[in-house]
């Protein structure tokens, strides 16, 4: 049964045409894939953040991404979740992983950050680490490569049909986590 209250999907990233379509913004990605499967685009600026409204069987469901720089996600996040009286159970941010092989994800009920600086963000401004998220799987650098250089690459020819099929997983499973809870979505995409 549908709740009155509006359902948050923050999808993590750096604004930018140069990071379009890095690693590190897969979960802009997977923001701009839910936007479309909805019918709607992001022609909005509140509170710092990219926003998009739809719905999903009744819900009302507000897409966001912030426009603060990764480091700084937990700001907009936070502003939007309190504006809007979003109860957390209703949130959900999404964010890439590199402790997770690409072409996997996770949905979590809450949990910490795993180096994550999108997410210390978000729990820093909210408080609390108690909320839903999905963890893209981007996997790790090869050879030495710095982390940080290799999150801030784009998705490789290889990895792109790959990604369009994962990018459509990861929509599913969040209308799942809508219409029917983490725990069903959970049971389903992880």
């Known amino acids: 049964m549908p709740t009155s209250s509006p359902y948050l999907i923050a999808g993590l990233g750096n604004p930018g045409r140069k990071y379009r379509h890095n690693r590190h ?3 802009f990605l997977v923001a701009d894939a839910l936007a479309k499967h ?4 992001f022609t909005k600026m509140q509170l710092d953040a990219l926003v998009t409204k739809g719905r999903y069987q009744r819900q009302r469901v507000m897409i966001v991404k912030p426009q603060t720089y990764m480091n700084n996600s937990g700001r907009p996040i936070s502003a939007l979740v309190n504006f809007y009286k979003i109860p957390l159970e209703n949130l959900m941010v999404v964010y890439d992983d590199v402790d997770l092989p690409f072409d996997t994800m996770r949905l979590r009920p809450e949990g910490g950050t795993a180096g994550q600086k999108g997410m210390k963000s ?3 401004e909210l408080g609390t680490q108690n909320f839903p998220r999905l963890r893209m799987g981007i996997g790790r650098p090869p050879g030495r490569m ?6 801030l690459q784009d998705f490789s020819d290889d990895e792109n049909e790959t990604l369009a099929i994962l990018l459509n997983e990861a929509v599913q499973a969040i209308l799942t986590y809508i219409s029917a809870g983490i725990e069903q979505a959970m049971t389903e995409y992880n």
């Open 38 to 41: 909805l019918g709607e685009n």
């Open 122 to 124: 978000t729990i820093a």
């Open 146 to 151: 710095p982390v940080s250089a290799y999150v």
């Open 25 to 27: 913004n897969i979960g």
